[in-house]
């Protein structure tokens, strides 16, 4: 089985400075990941994913990524937040070459304050 | 179009009543989905048709019943809910969904806002 784990919770930060989302996953065989990005009241929305290939991901409203096998991680950045960034991120893991459904992370609220 | 639809945005409900949600995709897509979130949590997958079969019961109680009428529309029947049922429930579709399929990108509606009393 899969788990991610999303070791903050809550993560403040200036507009126009730079953040980073951590996020780590545990599994036996490979996998693909994901960040999911959700705004207050909204659904889920694919910010990026890694796949396979290259480990540095980019994704929608510039964000990136990259995966990093030997320490199982897949944080999230972006060199210059806005307040519209302001929002829930959610990282998850899917299974390699399995019924593909994602598993969550608890998720990191991202609070940009002006 | 790339959009899945909820409706209705919100529901308040009482314990006896019965009541629906409904989801609409028309992107083609034979797999759908229904997730349940509560405040501050991940979502909770609940249900996953493919080609309109039930594929995975994810040991949902009998109080939620899903249908899947046609390939484009996914229904989530009430019944005899309980407040701590109160929830956001997102539905999502992908291309296809099940052993030997590749990944296929899951596109997730806004959800539906459900208050039981």
């Known amino acids: 089985a899969q788990s991610v784990t999303q070791l903050d919770s809550q993560v403040p930060v200036f507009e126009e400075a730079p953040v980073e989302l951590r996020c780590n996953y545990s599994s036996s065989v490979s996998v693909y990941l994901f960040w999911y990005v959700q705004y207050p009241n909204q659904g889920l929305q694919l910010l990026l994913k890694?796949?396979?290939?290259?480990?540095l991901v980019k994704g929608i409203n510039g964000f990136e990524a990259e995966f990093n096998k030997s320490q199982t991680s897949f944080h999230l950045r972006k060199p210059s937040v806005h307040i519209s960034d302001t929002a829930e991120y959610f990282c998850?893991?899917?299974?390699?070459?399995?019924?593909?459904?994602?598993?969550f992370g608890r998720g990191t609220s991202l609070i940009v304050h002006p | 179009d790339t959009e899945v639809t909820q409706t209705p945005k919100h529901l308040v409900m009482g314990m006896t009543n019965k009541k629906s949600l409904k989801c609409e995709q028309h992107m083609g897509h034979r797999a759908m989905y229904w997730y349940k979130q509560k405040a501050k949590k991940p979502p909770e997958l609940m249900f996953v048709?493919?080609?309109?079969?039930l594929s995975i019961n994810e040991s949902v109680p009998s109080r939620f019943s899903p249908e899947c009428p046609n390939s484009s529309l996914l229904n989530l029947h009430l019944h005899a809910l309980q407040p701590e049922d109160s929830a956001l429930y997102l539905c999502?579709?992908?291309?296809?969904w099940g052993p030997g399929y590749s990944y296929n990108e899951q596109f997730f509606g806004p959800g539906t806002r459900l208050t039981v009393l």
């Open positions: 998850a893991v899917g299974r390699v070459g399995g019924s593909y459904i994602p598993t």
């Open positions: 048709y493919s080609y309109e079969k």
């Open positions: 999502a579709s992908s291309q296809d």
């Open positions: 890694y796949l396979s290939g290259s480990t």
